[in-house]
């Protein structure tokens, strides 16, 4: 099958199903080097739904990126690297282990043939099962999460176990991360209790607030990443809530005094040396975004750049 995407100079971006950046529907997995996934499940939103929505949002706003990334030696993303949609994963709406479970399945078909998935979501809780099933392939993974909000809480709401707010507990509790080799960045904001940042220190993992990335500086905090991840097999986590507000204001549970879009972009652009073996978009809520649709047409954006990451990686 062909593996390029329609070409928007010869079809307008408005004609066609859109597919992320205009690519192809999988048919052959034996064909591909990485796969888009929809994993639209908001089952386990502690706080605004809605992000059921995101992938198709994303892959609505996708249509306006183009295969060149001028910000890794001119790379054309789609020339090194064979990719397509693969669709949407099939969730239970309002069962979250449920949809956990068929998530994993989903993205485990992927992993398993030897293609990189790469997730758009879907509340935070959805990347445990996309851990779960690339795990099952790679071995315990190296995590690098950014986000405003550590996720490493261990029950809400009547001792449930499974939720945005608890993924990265599970994943260090079921050996499918590596606490020693992962690291959070960008935690900000008022606490529930004073052990919010520190209960994943505890765990293993390094942390950096936002005070503490600006204060580092982008292209160290990049450096410290390769550093933490250190060649391991690597699951990126990208929560849009990492941004500021006023940049994606269409996320589940936004935080004042994130990075700018163009400051998150340049941390993402800046990444080297990792070797990706899995990543996501998470908690897109298309109904909280204004008319421009800007957090969808980010969380395309930040997509596009780790299929970049990935394809310049795989060019070294």
């Not at 693969?86 to 969730?91: K, L, N, Q, Y």
């Not at 589940?252 to 990792?274: D, Y």
Request: charged residues 20%; negative net charge; contains cysteine.
């Amino acid at each position: 099958m062909s593996v390029l995407p329609t070409d928007s100079l010869e079809t307008p971006r408005f004609c066609g199903v859109p597919t992320f950046m205009r690519l192809p529907m999988a048919t052959d997995l034996s064909q591909l080097d990485a796969a888009i996934i929809g994993l639209p499940s908001d089952s386990g939103a502690p706080f605004r739904t809605g992000a059921r929505f995101g992938p198709n949002a994303v892959r609505a706003m996708s249509t306006m990126l183009r295969p060149i990334n001028p910000y890794r030696n001119d790379i054309n993303v789609f020339d090194t690297l064979r990719c397509a949609d693969a669709g949407d994963a099939p969730v239970v709406p309002g069962y979250e282990e449920e949809c956990l479970a068929r998530i994993e399945q989903a993205v485990y078909a992927l992993s398993s043939a030897g293609v990189v998935p790469c997730g758009i979501g879907g509340d935070h809780s959805i990347t445990l099962a996309e851990l779960r099933a690339v795990a099952k392939v790679h071995g315990p993974l190296a995590l690098v999460q950014f986000d405003s909000h550590s996720d490493t809480w261990d029950k809400y709401f009547a001792d449930k176990r499974y939720s945005a707010g608890t993924p990265f507990r599970r994943a260090v509790e079921e050996d499918i991360v590596d606490p020693a080799y992962s690291i959070q960045v960008g935690l900000r904001g008022s606490l529930f209790r004073t052990s919010d940042i520190t209960q994943s220190l505890d765990l293993g993992y390094e942390v950096f607030t936002t005070d503490q990335m600006f204060e580092l500086g982008i292209k160290q905090m990049a450096q410290r990443i390769a550093e933490r991840t250190a060649g391991r097999p690597t699951f990126i986590t990208f929560d849009m809530d990492f941004v500021d507000p006023a940049f994606a204001p269409g996320v589940q549970t936004p935080e004042a005094g994130g990075p700018s879009a163009r400051e998150a972009l340049l941390l993402l652009r800046a990444l080297k040396g990792i070797n990706m073996v899995g990543c996501d978009v998470t908690e897109i809520s298309p109904m909280y975004d204004g008319p421009g649709q800007i957090t969808s047409l980010l969380g395309a954006t930040v997509m596009a750049e780790l299929l970049a990451l990935l394809a310049s990686e795989r060019a070294a």
